[in-house]
């Protein structure tokens, strides 16, 4: 099967590290298209992948076609990849908000696949939420569902609503992670911890909480339950962020991410 990545930033860089292990792609080496040249003579001088910087050279030889520019940079791109797109190739949107309508419209093509991915991908920790076009069928949707997985795992949606509400939650959620993080670091810092130890208390809390609630059926709140003793630290802590209606604040922030990418879609 050869694959194409159109966008080798963040996450097509990301997605094209992880697709690299896949079975799927044979002796092929995965095709990358990008037109930044520094980018385009460092992913050469690399040489994991096929390198592009001409839609011609790579594009009708794809089979899959992901595409992860930005939203705002996808009206142009669609302009150069139609009149060299065929009808039987599948094309797998990483960009948020921008709906199956507008690509297929953009593009002239009908198999379509709308995912929505998220950075720690980088790691093999992503989650990818999809659903796609009536024209992919069961098996070819089974194809893109094995590539999405080479970066974590994957959850299949009916809608594309559900692709926008998982914008707001698993999408941008890593950025509100790193939020809550970078508080507790400058309060570590405040408190006059070093650097170096600020980030080992910060770090181990997160990865440790995280671990505690992967291994158990256990809810947050139960988990919250277990670290706060009547009238201690935590509850002071908690009682703090209730009474801020820092819970509310941050169902919000999601809704806000949530009606940005319905925003996004509508833009185009
Ligand atoms: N960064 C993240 O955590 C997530 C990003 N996404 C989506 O992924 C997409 C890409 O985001 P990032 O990777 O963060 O952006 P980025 O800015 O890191 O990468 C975009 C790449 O596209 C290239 N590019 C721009 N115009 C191009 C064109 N016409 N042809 C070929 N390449 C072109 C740029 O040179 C750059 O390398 C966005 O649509 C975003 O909504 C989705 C989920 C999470
Ligand atoms: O902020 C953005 O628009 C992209 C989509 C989800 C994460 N990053």
């Not at 509400?165 to 941008?172: D, K, R, V």
């Not at 992670?177 to 181990?204: C, H, I, P, R, T």
């Not at 505690?212 to 988990?223: A, H, I, K, Y």
Request: aromatic share 8%.
């Amino acid at each position: 099967m050869k694959i194409l990545v159109i966008g080798a930033g963040n996450m097509g860089l990301t997605y094209a590290e992880g697709m690299t292990t896949s079975a799927l792609l044979g002796k092929k080496k995965l095709k990358i298209y990008d037109t930044d040249p520094k980018k385009i003579t460092k992913l050469k001088e690399e040489g994991i992948f096929d390198v592009y910087n001409n839609l011609n050279d790579c594009l009708p030889f794809s089979d899959i076609v992901f595409i992860a520019v930005k939203p705002y940079h996808c009206d142009s791109l669609f302009s150069e990849m139609k009149p060299l797109i065929k009808q039987e190739q599948i094309f797998v949107s990483l960009m948020a908000g921008v709906t199956i309508q507008s690509i297929q419209d953009g593009l002239d093509a009908k198999k379509v696949v709308r995912a929505m991915p998220n950075l720690p991908a980088k790691v093999g920790k992503g989650v990818t939420s999809y659903t796609a076009s009536k024209e992919v069928s069961k098996v070819e949707l089974m194809s893109i569902r094995h590539f999405l997985d080479s970066t974590g795992t994957s959850i299949h949606v009916e809608t594309e609503t559900f692709i926008d509400a998982s914008t707001g939650i698993s999408g941008s959620g890593p950025a509100y992670v790193f939020y809550f993080m970078q508080s507790m670091l400058e309060a570590a810092l405040k408190m006059g911890f070093s650097d170096y130890d600020s980030k080992v208390l910060v770090s181990n809390t997160f990865e440790g909480a995280i671990e505690l609630f992967n291994q158990s059926n256990l809810s947050p709140e139960g988990w919250i339950d277990k670290v706060a003793s009547k009238g201690g630290t935590t509850q002071a802590a908690i009682d703090s962020m209730e009474d801020n209606n820092v819970k509310e604040l941050i169902k919000d922030a999601a809704y806000a991410a949530f009606d940005r990418a319905v925003e996004l879609g509508k833009e185009k």
